[in-house]
């Protein structure tokens, strides 16, 4: 008994769903069929903005609109799977003027889907009824990017200035909107960075005291800045100078004090790592005419460095040690001449050459005049030069104190006639 009645039961649901699917299938009744947020699409918007400079600023169906339709359960079943390809189209291109603009709108503008036919459905409720547009005047203008860097090294290293590709970009919406740009803001932030950045940044639009202006009816053919940050290893590095021995003193004589004494140098670690100092060019003691001197030095880098202290001058104090100067009077007598062109006798008009010396202390007042020579070489004159002063450049030897020398050795010079032999006195 219980089976028949088991047996019974599902024979009575069998035949409840064919005669449901009977119902559904075979009889096809009508009913309506809401559908929501079907997109409105306005055409003729490229001919407004491109021949008459407006755009649509506002609707009241952003987020589409609702449509109720009725027909036959087959046809609206078709409806639902495709509503992917239902739309509303507007035209707009007939619009010529920055104001508020209403469209009704009906079967006619509906784009249904191609599986359901337009004269097997019709439409029985919308919202919103009519469709309104606001236009505005079109704007364009050029803004200023301004980028902003929040960047924190790690130690030894440098952030230095940063690059962007796009210092200024052209933006274009609604005047209202446009005209309350001042300019575009690019932020780059990064942490515990050890080399160069280089991104691709989107940009936020700001009004002239620096507040976000957010708007999707503004546009622009650029999307995002490439914004470029160079990171360097940065090092302190000695300045030094080398010294060059003569005009009676040494390197050992002096005591020499560089401000600064060093500065700080950025670049590449592969540059940077093997500099230990920096050179200055040459002190040539001979060159210093007293004891207690300041030269200044131009700071040169090698290639590929940079200069972060921004000092681009050294002034280096030397103070000689145990040494004093003397001043002597050399008659011409002393003077010798070498090399003169053949059948030349040079005659000096130069009667007495004023000589600076250094030397020790304890040796300054045994230097006489007789332990300089005065050397003046011809070699480089001929006897085109005969019958005209010519100027000659002439070495100075000190003789007989190794710890002593000549002052500015290379800047002392005579005046001198080279005369025929047979004319000499």
Not at 32 to 38: A, F, R, S
Not at 269 to 297: G, K, Y
Request: charged letters at 25%; a negative charge.
């Amino acid at each position: 008994m219980r089976n028949k009645k088991w047996l019974a039961m599902l024979l009575s649901l069998v035949v409840s769903v064919g005669i449901w699917v009977y119902i559904v299938t075979v009889e096809n009744p009508e009913r309506d069929q809401t559908l929501y947020n079907i997109p409105v699409v306005f055409t003729g918007e490229d001919i407004l903005r491109e021949d008459y400079d407006l755009i649509i600023s506002e609707s009241n169906v952003a987020s589409g609109v609702t449509l109720t339709f009725y027909g036959k359960n087959s046809e609206l079943n078709k409806l639902l799977d495709d509503k992917m390809e239902l739309e509303v189209e507007i035209d707009v291109s007939r619009l010529r003027s920055a104001t508020e603009f209403s469209f009704s709108y009906d079967m006619s503008d509906i784009t249904l889907p191609a599986s359901v036919s337009n004269q097997s459905i019709t439409l029985t409720g919308k919202s919103p009824t009519k469709i309104t547009v606001t236009l505005d005047q079109l704007a364009k203008k050029t803004v200023p990017v301004e980028v902003i860097t929040d960047v924190k090294v790690m130690t030894g290293y440098l952030a230095e200035r940063v690059t962007q590709d796009m210092s200024e970009i052209v933006i274009e919406g609604p005047a209202e909107l446009v005209n309350n740009v001042d300019h575009a803001v690019v932020t780059l932030k990064r942490e515990n960075v050890d080399q160069t950045i280089t991104a691709s940044l989107p940009y936020t639009l700001v009004d002239l005291d620096g507040n976000v202006i957010e708007s999707t009816e503004i546009t622009s053919d650029v999307s995002e800045i490439q914004v470029t940050l160079p990171v360097s290893v940065f090092k302190d590095v000695p300045l030094e100078i080398p010294v060059i021995d003569g005009g009676g003193a040494t390197g050992d004589d002096v005591t020499i004090d560089i401000e600064p004494a060093t500065i700080r140098i950025s670049g590449d670690a592969s540059v940077i790592e093997p500099i230990q100092s920096i050179r200055l060019s040459n002190l040539d003691l001979a060159s210093l005419m007293s004891n207690s001197e300041t030269v200044t030095r131009v700071i040169t880098l090698p290639e590929g460095c940079t200069n972060v202290s921004g000092v681009q001058e050294a002034k280096v104090k030397v103070q000689f040690q145990n040494k004093a100067i003397k001043q002597l009077r050399i008659s011409n007598t002393n003077f010798q001449f070498t090399n003169a062109p053949d059948g030349l006798v040079p005659e000096a008009r130069t009667s007495m050459l004023l000589v600076t010396i250094r030397a020790d202390v304890d040796d300054i007042d045994k230097i006489t005049e007789d332990n300089i020579r005065v050397i003046a070489d011809l070699s480089s004159y001929s006897a085109a030069d005969a019958g005209t002063a010519i100027t000659v450049p002439v070495r100075i030897y000190l003789d007989g104190f190794e710890n002593a020398g000549v002052i500015g050795a290379e800047e002392y010079s005579i005046v001198a006639d080279l005369v025929p032999v047979e004319d000499a006195d």
